[in-house]
């Protein structure tokens, strides 16, 4: 499973300024899925839902480029020892509840992330074996930064 991940995210990096484009991919399709997020992010201040100004912006630029590096880095840790990972998930998760994130809003990422891996690699190479994987990958660590929101929730 991890090996398919690992291997579809190399397709992705192979993109000239991949982390760029794949991020405002991303956050394209999260507010096309959840537009009510929108004001949840700092970087849309002072800018409309959807604006092409907003993309353009180097907040909105910083803070998807942001995610895009924190998903390599997921992807780079996959192996057979997660403890580094899960601490790095926990500690995330803990800073998104801050922000106000819900477990919903884990399911919309998700559901972007995946519709944009499917964009980007293409459908011949976005096969369901990958998806799949992904799918299951981003479960899992959704549910690592769902245990570290919750837990920091309990030590308020």
């Given at each position: 499973m991890a090996a398919k991940v690992i291997e579809s995210w190399k397709i992705v990096k192979e993109i000239d300024n991949y982390e760029e484009v794949a991020g405002e991919l991303l956050f394209r399709r999260i507010f096309e899925i959840a537009p009510q997020v929108h004001g949840m992010f700092r970087f849309t201040r002072d800018f409309e839902p959807g604006s092409e100004e907003l993309y353009q912006s180097e907040r909105f630029l910083q803070h998807s480029t942001g995610v895009i590096k924190t998903v390599d880095t997921a992807v780079s840790m996959l192996g057979p020892d997660l403890d580094p990972l899960i601490d790095i998930l926990h500690d995330l998760g803990k800073k998104h509840a801050q922000y106000g994130a819900l477990p919903a809003h884990y399911a919309v990422v998700g559901r972007a992330l995946i519709d944009t891996l499917s964009g980007a690699i293409g459908e011949e190479k976005f096969t369901n074996e990958v998806k799949v994987a992904w799918a299951r990958i981003?479960?899992?660590?959704?549910?690592?930064?769902?245990?570290?929101?919750?837990?920091?929730?309990?030590?308020?």
């Amino acid at each position: 499973m991890a090996a398919k991940v690992i291997e579809s995210w190399k397709i992705v990096k192979e993109i000239d300024n991949y982390e760029e484009v794949a991020g405002e991919l991303l956050f394209r399709r999260i507010f096309e899925i959840a537009p009510q997020v929108h004001g949840m992010f700092r970087f849309t201040r002072d800018f409309e839902p959807g604006s092409e100004e907003l993309y353009q912006s180097e907040r909105f630029l910083q803070h998807s480029t942001g995610v895009i590096k924190t998903v390599d880095t997921a992807v780079s840790m996959l192996g057979p020892d997660l403890d580094p990972l899960i601490d790095i998930l926990h500690d995330l998760g803990k800073k998104h509840a801050q922000y106000g994130a819900l477990p919903a809003h884990y399911a919309v990422v998700g559901r972007a992330l995946i519709d944009t891996l499917s964009g980007a690699i293409g459908e011949e190479k976005f096969t369901n074996e990958v998806k799949v994987a992904w799918a299951r990958i981003y479960d899992i660590l959704s549910s690592t930064m769902i245990e570290g929101a919750e837990e920091a929730y309990w030590m308020e």
